[in-house]
């Protein structure tokens, strides 16, 4: 079984800052996945970064990265250069290395971006 | 454009009825899931799919059933043993041992 920890509900920052959005897991696996998926106001969830778990490289995605730390089990999101579309529920979610038995997902963290 | 498709949008439920969420995709996808969002939380799985005419159940599966007959469809039924069936259903789908899951819009049910 899996856990994933988001502890900020709500974070707020003016357009072209930088943010960071934190998030912790746990789980038994040794090969697993890790995401961070944006959900805006029309509800569709996108896919804005992945990490597989045996890559120690931190994925980027354009002004997306993330800060891996496998032994503290963490898996922040940063933004750069913050857009006003970026305002949404951001989730991270954690599967296990097979693939196919579904995300486990904290409970998010809506960011507002402030013109 | 391939994609998943969710109907319908807005689903309405009578107590003590049983209703169907549609799910359907065309992007050749092995794997199929159901979860369901609260307000104020994250998705939580309700059954999951790897293959046709296999599925298992996920951490909320209790009130709910699937059928997957075919590979393109994974329909949801909330049975009346659901007691609380209000909240937002999002279908997705992957390739069987990959990753990303990608997502429908989702249907809203309410109860009457």
């Known amino acids: 079984a899996q856990t994933v920890t988001q502890s900020q509900p709500e974070m707020s920052v003016q357009e072209a800052e930088t943010v960071t959005l934190s998030c912790t897991y746990d789980?038994?696996?040794?090969?697993?996945?890790l995401f961070w998926y944006k959900q805006p106001p029309s509800r569709q969830m996108i896919l804005v970064i992945r990490?597989?778990?045996?890559?120690?490289q931190n994925a980027t995605e354009n002004r997306f990265s993330v800060n891996f730390q496998k032994a503290a089990k963490s898996f922040s999101l940063k933004i750069s250069d913050s857009q006003l579309g970026d305002t949404a529920m951001y989730f991270c979610?954690?599967?296990?290395?097979?693939?196919?038995?579904?995300?486990?997902f904290g409970k998010g963290t809506h960011l507002i971006i402030q013109p | 454009d391939g994609g998943i498709t969710q109907s319908p949008k807005y689903l309405f439920r009578k107590e003590g009825q049983n209703v169907t969420l549609s799910c359907e995709q065309n992007?050749?996808?092995?794997?199929m899931y159901w979860y369901r969002q609260d307000p104020g939380q994250g998705l939580r799985l309700i059954y999951y799919?790897?293959?046709?005419?296999?599925?298992q159940k996920g951490d909320i599966a209790e009130g709910y059933s699937v059928s997957r007959e075919k590979k393109e469809s994974f329909p949801l039924t909330v049975t009346s043993a659901q007691k609380n069936p209000t909240a937002f259903y999002l279908c997705?789908?992957?390739?069987?041992?990959?990753?990303?899951?990608?997502f429908g819009d989702g249907t809203r049910l309410s109860i009457l």
């Open positions: 997705a789908s992957s390739f069987r041992g990959q990753q990303p899951q990608h």
């Open positions: 789980t038994s696996e040794s090969n697993y996945y």
């Open positions: 990490q597989e778990a045996y890559k120690q």
């Open positions: 979610a954690a599967n296990s290395g097979g693939g196919a038995d579904g995300l486990t």
């Open positions: 992007l050749n996808h092995d794997a």
């Open positions: 799919s790897q293959i046709v005419n296999d599925f």
